[in-house]
């Protein structure tokens, strides 16, 4: 919501409407369980690895702000307690790295033996205490992010070393993190378990979404002629304008305009008007470069003061540019996809409305009460930061 809202005051909505939004999402969460979706692999898959990465962060985090605020050079120090709480994660699980077979994994070269070796080896580079640590294993990881390849790079040494030093420093906080028992604390417990939520939500979204129907040209002729203002071009509009010195004389001249003045009589009458200062163009303008709505353009609308470089402008409506809809062979696209949006939009208010008819619902008394306190209190905080 406040992402979706202007740099103004949040508008938040009706607490009734927060209550229903809150009962849907469980229906349709209680559905996606009862479809197995809360032990989908791709959902269980996402929701382990963000609570290990939220985890080794958590764990970085601890070393980090245990060196002491006043000290000087704080975050270089942070960063060198991090490398040093590394350094003795390796010696803690006695880590041994082959460094020799290291060297000799020549990323750069294009030998096709070499590469398949690279690929498909399973000689063992390290010992971790997450395991073997093996060539093939690098080469795969390591391709995830050189996915372009690193033959002829002329760094492929160092891009080697730097990734395999990264790849053991993040096995040895994932361990580290699990052997603390990080993923089991409450913060992330619940971490784990909003995500899920969302995760399945999301799923059980997209299955009411799935629409195949595939309509018939009477049926795209029909959403065609129904949405035919959606498919009409916004008019252009012509003004005539005058631009005056400062603001209370542009809204003063605005008033007498209002009363019925003409605006070419008025400006020869009127002081303030700049005449050697162009204002706005008589070319066909868009409404929006004039501030307004294309709904809202119409003949002898006067528009409100504007400031711009050099005074403030007056305007109003001279002409309003007659349009005509896009015929349907030229946005049949278009109309497809807003009637698909239509139809999934449809399918999935009629699945809720189903899930709502069949649920036995019950909230406590005083349920709109509660998320009014806590709309209010969300607010109060947002506003105070």
């Not at 399973?122 to 390591?142: E, F, H, K, W, Y």
């Not at 163009?281 to 400031?307: F, V």
């Not at 208010?349 to 806590?374: G, K, N």
Request: with cysteine; aromatic share 6%.
């Amino acid at each position: 919501m406040k992402s979706q809202q202007s740099k103004g005051a949040i508008v938040l909505p009706p607490a009734e409407s927060v209550l229903q939004r809150l009962i849907q999402n469980t229906l349709l969460f209680q559905e996606g369980r009862l479809l197995g979706f809360e032990t989908k692999g791709t959902i269980t898959n996402q929701v382990q690895e963000t609570v290990r990465h939220r985890s080794v962060i958590a764990l970085v985090d601890s070393v980090a702000y245990a060196v002491p605020e006043e000290i000087e050079n704080r975050k270089d120090e942070q960063f060198a307690a991090i490398a040093r709480f590394v350094e003795s994660l390796k010696t803690k699980y006695d880590v041994k790295v082959d460094s020799l077979l290291l060297k000799s994994l020549d990323y750069g070269s294009a030998d096709a033996g070499m590469q398949a070796y690279l690929r498909d080896s399973s000689d063992v580079i390290c010992m971790s205490p997450t395991g073997a640590m093996r060539v093939s294993s690098l080469t795969r990881n390591l391709m995830f992010q050189e996915f372009h390849g690193m033959v002829g790079k002329p760094n492929a040494e160092q891009i080697r070393d730097d990734y395999f030093e990264e790849w053991l420093t993040e096995a040895l906080l994932t361990y580290e993190s699990r052997a603390q028992g990080y993923p089991e604390r409450p913060n992330m417990i619940m971490l784990a378990r909003y995500m899920t939520r969302d995760l399945v939500l999301e799923e059980t979204v997209g299955l009411l979404s799935d629409v195949n129907h595939v309509p018939t040209d009477h049926e795209v002729q029909a959403f065609y002629e129904a949405n035919i203002e959606h498919l009409t071009p916004p008019g252009r509009v012509k003004v005539q304008s005058v631009i005056l010195a400062g603001e209370e004389p542009a809204r003063l001249f605005k008033e007498r305009l209002d009363q019925g003045a003409q605006m070419a009589w008025l400006a020869d009458r009127t002081a303030e008007v700049l005449d050697e200062v162009a204002a706005i163009p008589t070319t066909w303008l868009i409404p929006s470069m004039i501030g307004i709505e294309p709904n809202q353009a119409k003949i002898g609308l006067i528009l409100d003061p504007m400031e711009v470089p050099g005074g403030w402008v007056v305007a109003q409506i001279t002409d309003v540019e007659e349009t005509t809809p896009v015929p349907l062979t030229e946005c049949r696209d278009e109309v497809l996809r807003r009637l698909k949006a239509e139809q999934i939009s449809g399918s999935v208010v009629d699945s809720i409305r189903r899930l709502v008819e069949a649920a036995d619902i019950v909230t406590v008394p005083d349920a709109v009460e509660l998320v009014t306190a806590h709309l209010e209190e969300w607010k109060r905080k947002n506003d105070a930061q």
